[in-house]
Structures are given as structure tokens and as C-alpha cells.
């Protein structure tokens, strides 16, 4: 995610704070120092909202080592304001998987909580869940403990709401998946139910509790139940089909001693953004049109393309399934990735042609990718 720095690394997953958050921190101290007038106020509330992201970095942690145990990677775990992100590489398509990851980040909350509680028990006795609301209290205490386990309590009930993208929401698909055969129909069940809690928050916030945060999750939820269908819909579309089948195979190529002129040419008269370099009928390069771009303004357009091609590219074969290549030209940060057999070129596969691809495939009716997911 851009804007975001690395501020750790367990077990091999970076873990990064997005800016907003710092301006969460910014705000939350400035906050803490109007209404208490003292520093150690402002300290107490950049103290409290640090541990509360610690416990959903540890909730995240959870769902990313329960992918890892089902040989999932996670690519990185980024801190927003309004919680954390575990980029997934993918959910496993198997329901009783997809439940175990799913449960495994409330379940941190629990164990937090028991232990917690466990502690506050041992010292003095635990009364009633104090009020989160109420004002921060000193630093560290029994006061600040009883506010973290109230906040660990919260985030596991409210991760288990059966609604995309909550937690809840793939716990429910799961159950539904088990019980039924289709994954599909699962999700398209999963995220009307969602739908509805999404409404039901948002009348909720607006006219009976007048809570903008209520309204804020009900916006959350809805989106996250549309995007959830959306990607399912995509899923089921691409699945089993191969590269070769979705390529682009009228392709123009240059080669490495052609002028950079001759790739202006072909971008002129609409052909293509990025064209792979052929040497001897082998694929030697990628011609971005961002590397074509700065070629021209450094060396002009008479100098030659294997100059300024991308020698470092990711390939396809054909027969590899087009989901994996779509979630690899999504990382590279590429527009087009060549299809090869023994360096051959055989075609191009580029996200507008998928996107094509998936149209035609929905509009004839047959339903049959899946890329990064967050949870
Ligand atoms: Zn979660």
C-alpha cells in the first residue's frame, strides 16, 4: 500500500502503519491533552490507542498464521485507522480451511481476553467491563488493563458479525459452503446477508442511536459485501481456465536494434501500450510504455529499443492457469505479460484483455481468478 512504512517483520510478514494512522495518533494525543490538560493525558491516549493496534496486529497475525499452516502467504499486515488488513496471496477454496483462517484472528481476541481477565482475576478480582468511553485513566493499571480486555471482548463479537468483510462473513460462507455445493451460491447468500446488516446499522446509526460510526460500518459492510461478490463472480469465471485461452495472440513485437520511433509508431496507431522484444525468435525484453517514455526524453527517439527494454520480466507458459498469471501481473506492476513456450512468444495477456475475457464469459451465461484477498 503506498504511504505506508514498514515498522516490523514476524515470521517473515512485514507489518506497516499507513500515514492516516499517524494522524490517528496526532489526533487521539492533541485530544487527550485538551480534555485532560497535561501531557501525561496526551501520553495515556497514544498509550492506549498503540496497545488497541497491537491487539489487532495480533488478531491479524492470527488469520496469517492460519493461512501459512494451509501454505497460504500473506503478503503484509498494514495498520489503517479503522483497523488492520492482512493481505492474504489468496482464501483457501476449501470451506473447513476458509473457517479455520477465518476464525483463527476472533480467536486471538478470546485467548487475549481470557488472559487478561485471568490477570485482573488473580490481582483483586474482575468486576463488570468498564466503559470504554470513559475518560483514560492513569498509565498502565488495572484501570488500563480492564479497558484492554473490554477492547478484545468488542473486537472478537464485532469481527464475528456475519457480514463481508467482516470475519463473520466468511465463517458464514464456510458454514453455508460445507452444507450446500456450490462456493458461489455460498457467497451470493453470505453477502445478502451482509447486505441486510449493512442496512439494518445504517437505519440503526442514523435514526434510532444517531451514531456516524454505526453509519461508517454500515458503508464498510455494504461495500465489503458487493466487492466480496464481485471477486467470487470473478473467481468462478477464470477458474480452470488456462492462459492460452485468454491471451491476446495478434501481437506486434520489436526488435532490439529497432529505433525507439518504430514503438512510437505502434502506440500512435493504437496496436498496443507494451510490446515484448524478439531476438532470434526468443523473447529477450518487455518494452514498457513508461520505459519507452523515459528512453525518449533521455536518449531520443533514434536510440535503440534493447537499450531501454526491461531485460527482468515475468513470463507465463500457456497451460498455467490464468487466475495465477492475473495475480502476477497484478504484483509486477506491469501492463502486459508475455505467454512463451521454450522463450517462443505465443501471447500477451494483459488485465484489459481478462476483463474482456470475463465479459463475453458472463454474458454467455457460463460461470466458471481469484486474486489477493484482505481479511
Ligand atoms: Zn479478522
Given at each position: 500500500m503506498k504511504w505506508s512504512w514498514r515498522i516490523a517483520r514476524v515470521a517473515g510478514i512485514g507489518i506497516y502503519v499507513h500515514a492516516t494512522f499517524v494522524l490517528l495518533l496526532a489526533w487521539v494525543a492533541l485530544g487527550g491533552y485538551q480534555s485532560g490538560g497535561s501531557a501525561a493525558a496526551a501520553v495515556a491516549g497514544v498509550l492506549f490507542i498503540a496497545a488497541v493496534f497491537l491487539i489487532v496486529?495480533?488478531?491479524?497475525?492470527?488469520?496469517?498464521?492460519?493461512?501459512?499452516?494451509?501454505?497460504?502467504?500473506?503478503?503484509?499486515?498494514?495498520?489503517?485507522?479503522?483497523?488492520?488488513?492482512?493481505?492474504?496471496?489468496?482464501?483457501?477454496?476449501?470451506?473447513?480451511?476458509?473457517?479455520?483462517?477465518?476464525?483463527?484472528?476472533?480467536?486471538?481476541?478470546?485467548?487475549?481476553?481470557?488472559?487478561?481477565?485471568?490477570?485482573?482475576?488473580?490481582?483483586?478480582?474482575?468486576?463488570?467491563?468498564?466503559?470504554?468511553?470513559?475518560?483514560?485513566?492513569?498509565?498502565?493499571?488495572?484501570?488500563?488493563?480492564?479497558?484492554?480486555?473490554?477492547?478484545?471482548?468488542?473486537?472478537?463479537?464485532?469481527?464475528?458479525?456475519?457480514?463481508?468483510?467482516?470475519?463473520?462473513?466468511?465463517?458464514?460462507?464456510?458454514?453455508?459452503?460445507?452444507?450446500?455445493?456450490?462456493?458461489?451460491?455460498?457467497?451470493?447468500?453470505?453477502?445478502?446477508?451482509?447486505?441486510?446488516?449493512?442496512?439494518?446499522?445504517?437505519?440503526?446509526?442514523?435514526?434510532?442511536?444517531n451514531n456516524p460510526f454505526l453509519v461508517l460500518v454500515a458503508l464498510f459492510v455494504w461495500l465489503g459485501a458487493a466487492g466480496e461478490a464481485a471477486a467470487e463472480r470473478q473467481s468462478s469465471t477464470l477458474a480452470g481456465v488456462p492462459t492460452g485461452d485468454v491471451m491476446i495472440t495478434d501481437v506486434r513485437t520489436l526488435a532490439p536494434g529497432d529505433p525507439l520511433s518504430h514503438a512510437v509508431r505502434l502506440i500512435l496507431d493504437g496496436f498496443q501500450q507494451d510490446f515484448p522484444v524478439v531476438e532470434d525468435g526468443a523473447v529477450v525484453g518487455m518494452l514498457t510504455r513508461r520505459d519507452l517514455m523515459r528512453s525518449l526524453s533521455e536518449r531520443g527517439e533514434s536510440s535503440a529499443v534493447g537499450a531501454a527494454m526491461n531485460r527482468d520480466f515475468p513470463v507465463s507458459s500457456p497451460e498455467e492457469p490464468v487466475e495465477e498469471v492475473l495475480a502476477r501481473l497484478k504484483s509486477c506492476n506491469c501492463q502486459a505479460l508475455p505467454v512463451v513456450r521454450a522463450r517462443r512468444l505465443l501471447g500477451v495477456l494483459t488485465l484489459e484483455n481478462v476483463g474482456e475475457f470475463m465479459m463475453v464469459r458472463t454474458a454467455l451465461g457460463g460461470v466458471s481468478g481469484r486474486g489477493e484477498r484482505v481479511i
Open positions: 496486529v495480533l488478531h491479524e497475525l492470527g488469520h496469517a498464521l492460519a493461512a501459512r499452516h494451509y501454505g497460504i502467504a500473506t503478503r503484509d499486515i498494514t495498520l489503517l485507522p479503522i483497523g488492520g488488513v492482512a493481505r492474504l496471496e489468496r482464501m483457501p477454496r476449501e470451506p473447513r480451511q476458509e473457517l479455520v483462517v477465518a476464525l483463527a484472528g476472533p480467536a486471538v481476541n478470546v485467548a487475549l481476553a481470557a488472559v487478561i481477565w485471568l490477570v485482573l482475576a488473580a490481582t483483586g478480582g474482575a468486576g463488570p467491563l468498564p466503559d470504554l468511553s470513559a475518560p483514560t485513566g492513569g498509565l498502565p493499571g488495572r484501570a488500563f488493563l480492564g479497558r484492554l480486555l473490554s477492547v478484545n471482548v468488542w473486537l472478537a463479537l464485532f469481527n464475528l458479525i456475519p457480514a463481508f468483510p467482516m470475519d463473520g462473513g466468511r465463517v458464514l460462507r464456510a458454514l453455508l459452503a460445507m452444507r450446500r455445493s456450490g462456493y458461489a451460491q455460498a457467497t451470493e447468500t453470505a453477502a445478502r446477508v451482509g447486505r441486510f446488516f449493512a442496512l439494518v446499522f445504517g437505519i440503526v446509526g442514523l435514526f434510532v442511536v
